[in-house]
C-alpha cells in the first residue's frame, strides 16, 4: 500500500528554509512490517509494526550544513517541522567555521550523537558481545560504570520505539530490562541460549544470531542546553557526526568525526563555529565522566543510529579533541 507523504516533507522542507537554510536535502522513510514466528516448540505468533524517519540536510553554503531527525510510529507523530528548524538554524549557524586547536575539552553532545555512543553501550551488554570479546562490560555485573545520574534501560515494547516487538526470535514475550541504574550496571541482554550458560534468565532480546537491543532509553536530567552551554568554561558543542570507528571494542576505545554545525564555547557563550576536528576518547571514560544530562529527550534513529535510542544532551568532561586528517 503506497502512501503520498509529499506534505510532511514539504513541511520539513518549508520549516529548514525559514530557519535560515538555502537548500533542503533529506529523506523520509515509512514503513509497516509483519514479522511471522512458528516453531517446533509451539510457537505461532504475528506481530504488525509501523515505523517513519525523517532526515533533513540543511545547507547555507558548502561549509554549513545542518542535520534534523524525527521518528515516530505513526506520519501523524511526526514532528517534521522540528527537525528542519533544527536542521536550518544549524546550517545557518555553522557559517564561516575556525579551525580548533587540539587538547582536551568540555564536550556538549547533541543527542544524535550520544545516540551513536548509547547504542555502542546496549550492543556491549549483550551476553553474544561480551563472550567475542567485544565488550567493554564484562565483568562489571554490580559495579558502577557511569556517574549516578546516567540510567540505561532497553524496552521490547514502548510508546515512540519503532523497533518495538511483542516476541523476540525464540517467541518469548519482550520485556523491559534495565541495563544500567544509576550507574550500575544491572544485566547484560540475554537469549535462551546465553542465559543457559551463565546460569540465569533470558531477557527475551534474541535475534536470529545474538541477543540485541529492541529500544534503549537514557534517562532525563535536569538541565536545558541553555544552562549547559553556561557550565562551560572552554569546550566545544557537536551536533552531528559520522566514521566511529573503534581502536578497542573491548576497552570502549573510539573516535568519530563531528559533521555539520559545531561550536566553540568560552565562558558559557558560543564564540563561533568550528570544523576540521575529530574527538578521540573512551565511551567507559565518557561515562563516569558526565557532568550534566539534559531534560529534554528525543528519539533518535538514522542510519548512523540502527537501534532506536530515546535520547538527552550530556555534558562530559576532559574530551580528546585532535585534528581531523
Given at each position: 500500500?503506497?502512501?503520498?507523504?509529499?506534505?510532511?516533507?514539504?513541511?520539513a522542507i518549508d520549516a529548514a528554509i525559514m530557519s535560515g537554510a538555502k537548500r533542503v536535502?533529506?529523506?523520509?522513510?515509512?514503513?509497516?512490517?509483519?514479522?511471522?514466528?512458528?516453531?517446533?516448540?509451539?510457537?505461532?505468533?504475528?506481530?504488525?509494526?509501523?515505523?517513519?524517519?525523517?532526515?533533513?540536510?540543511?545547507?547555507?553554503?558548502?561549509?554549513?550544513?545542518?542535520?534534523?531527525?524525527?521518528?515516530?510510529?505513526?506520519?501523524?507523530?511526526?514532528?517534521?517541522?522540528?527537525?528542519?528548524?533544527?536542521?536550518?538554524?544549524?546550517?545557518?549557524?555553522?557559517?564561516?567555521?575556525?579551525?580548533?586547536?587540539?587538547?582536551?575539552?568540555?564536550l556538549l553532545i547533541g543527542r544524535t550523537v550520544f545516540a551513536n555512543l548509547v547504542e555502542?553501550?546496549?550492543?556491549?551488554?549483550?551476553?553474544?558481545?561480551?563472550?567475542?570479546?567485544?565488550?567493554?562490560?564484562?565483568?562489571?555485573?554490580?559495579?558502577?560504570?557511569?556517574?549516578?545520574?546516567?540510567?540505561?534501560?532497553?524496552?521490547?515494547?514502548?510508546?515512540?520505539?519503532?523497533?518495538?516487538?511483542?516476541?523476540?526470535?525464540?517467541?518469548?514475550?519482550?520485556?523491559?530490562?534495565?541495563?544500567?541504574?544509576?550507574?550500575?550496571?544491572?544485566?547484560?541482554?540475554?537469549?535462551?541460549?546465553?542465559?543457559?550458560?551463565?546460569?540465569?534468565?533470558?531477557?527475551?532480546?534474541?535475534?536470529?544470531?545474538?541477543?540485541?537491543?529492541?529500544?534503549?532509553?537514557?534517562?532525563?536530567?535536569?538541565?536545558?542546553?541553555?544552562?549547559?552551554?553556561?557550565?562551560?568554561?572552554?569546550?566545544?558543542?557537536?551536533?552531528?557526526?559520522?566514521?566511529?570507528?573503534?581502536?578497542?571494542?573491548?576497552?570502549?576505545?573510539?573516535?568519530?568525526?563531528?559533521?555539520?554545525?559545531?561550536?566553540?564555547?568560552?565562558?558559557?557563550?558560543?564564540?563561533?563555529?568550528?570544523?576540521?576536528?575529530?574527538?578521540?576518547?573512551?565511551?567507559?571514560?565518557?561515562?563516569?565522566?558526565?557532568?550534566?544530562?539534559?531534560?529534554?529527550?528525543?528519539?533518535?534513529?538514522?542510519?548512523?543510529?540502527?537501534?532506536?535510542?530515546?535520547?538527552?544532551?550530556?555534558?562530559?568532561?576532559?574530551?580528546?579533541?585532535?585534528?581531523?586528517?
Amino acid at each position: 500500500m503506497l502512501i503520498d507523504n509529499s506534505e510532511y516533507a514539504a513541511r520539513a522542507i518549508d520549516a529548514a528554509i525559514m530557519s535560515g537554510a538555502k537548500r533542503v536535502a533529506g529523506s523520509l522513510q515509512g514503513t509497516m512490517q509483519k514479522v511471522m514466528l512458528r516453531t517446533s516448540n509451539g510457537v505461532d505468533s504475528s506481530d504488525i509494526r509501523t515505523a517513519y524517519t525523517l532526515n533533513v540536510r540543511a545547507f547555507v553554503e558548502k561549509d554549513a550544513s545542518g542535520h534534523g531527525v524525527a521518528v515516530s510510529t505513526s506520519i501523524k507523530g511526526l514532528d517534521v517541522e522540528s527537525a528542519g528548524k533544527q536542521a536550518g538554524s544549524n546550517a545557518k549557524n555553522a557559517l564561516s567555521p575556525k579551525q580548533v586547536e587540539q587538547g582536551k575539552y568540555t564536550l556538549l553532545i547533541g543527542r544524535t550523537v550520544f545516540a551513536n555512543l548509547v547504542e555502542a553501550i546496549g550492543n556491549s551488554a549483550s551476553a553474544f558481545s561480551i563472550e567475542s570479546g567485544l565488550s567493554f562490560l564484562p565483568d562489571k555485573l554490580g559495579s558502577e560504570v557511569a556517574v549516578q545520574t546516567f540510567s540505561l534501560t532497553d524496552h521490547g515494547q514502548v510508546k515512540g520505539g519503532v523497533n518495538s516487538r511483542s516476541f523476540d526470535d525464540e517467541g518469548l514475550p519482550t520485556r523491559t530490562t534495565s541495563i544500567i541504574e544509576k550507574g550500575v550496571l544491572r544485566s547484560h541482554l540475554h537469549n535462551s541460549t546465553t542465559a543457559k550458560k551463565w546460569n540465569t534468565d533470558s531477557t527475551a532480546n534474541a535475534g536470529l544470531i545474538e541477543p540485541h537491543p529492541w529500544n534503549l532509553e537514557v534517562s532525563s536530567g535536569d538541565s536545558s542546553l541553555e544552562e549547559m552551554i553556561s557550565e562551560v568554561k572552554r569546550g566545544i558543542y557537536i551536533t552531528n557526526n559520522w566514521y566511529t570507528r573503534y581502536q578497542s571494542y573491548k576497552l570502549g576505545e573510539y573516535s568519530t568525526l563531528p559533521r555539520d554545525y559545531a561550536a566553540y564555547i568560552e565562558n558559557g557563550e558560543i564564540k563561533h563555529s568550528v570544523a576540521g576536528f575529530r574527538v578521540s576518547d573512551s565511551i567507559p571514560r565518557q561515562l563516569r565522566s558526565i557532568r550534566m544530562i539534559g531534560k529534554e529527550r528525543s528519539w533518535v534513529k538514522w542510519w548512523e543510529v540502527h537501534t532506536p535510542v530515546l535520547c538527552p544532551d550530556v555534558l562530559v568532561d576532559d574530551v580528546t579533541i585532535t585534528r581531523a586528517t
